[in-house]
């Protein structure tokens, strides 16, 4: 089990960038794919970036392709989301997820372990 606390969010104005942390609890956090999704108020939870276990394939939601960027550091049971060029659409409650077994996942439904999110504002 892991357990997920994200940290980084706040509020910041249209073009403005955040550096989301997720620090994970456990000494097995590299046997964890790990995944960002995002929930704004009405709206469904989407899938915004997912890394791989060994921290090189990385995968995108086409609405941040180019502007946010995932890694992770398995030393220090970190996974990170740097966001750059932020717009008013990109505010929503952010959180982060582990999967269990290889495969990596854009599906939400497909995640074990969920932090408490943290909240990202982006005013115009």
């Known amino acids: 089990q892991v357990q997920l606390v994200e940290s980084g969010g706040g509020l910041v104005q249209a073009g403005g960038s955040l550096r989301l942390s997720c620090a994970a609890s456990g000494r097995t956090f590299s046997s964890y794919v790990m995944g960002w999704f995002r929930q704004a108020p009405g709206k469904e939870r989407e899938f915004v970036a997912v890394?791989?276990?060994?921290?090189?394939?990385?995968y995108y939601a086409d609405s941040v392709k180019g502007r946010f960027t995932i890694s992770r550091d398995n030393a220090k049971n970190t996974v990170y989301l740097q966001m750059s060029s932020l717009k008013p659409e990109d505010t929503a409650i952010y959180y982060c997820?582990?999967?269990?077994?290889?495969?990596?996942?854009?599906?939400?439904?497909?995640?074990?372990?969920w932090g408490q999110g943290t909240q990202v504002t982006v005013s115009s």
């Open positions: 890394i791989n276990r060994s921290g090189d394939r990385r």
């Open positions: 997820a582990a999967k269990e077994f290889y495969t990596v996942s854009t599906e939400f439904r497909d995640y074990n372990y």
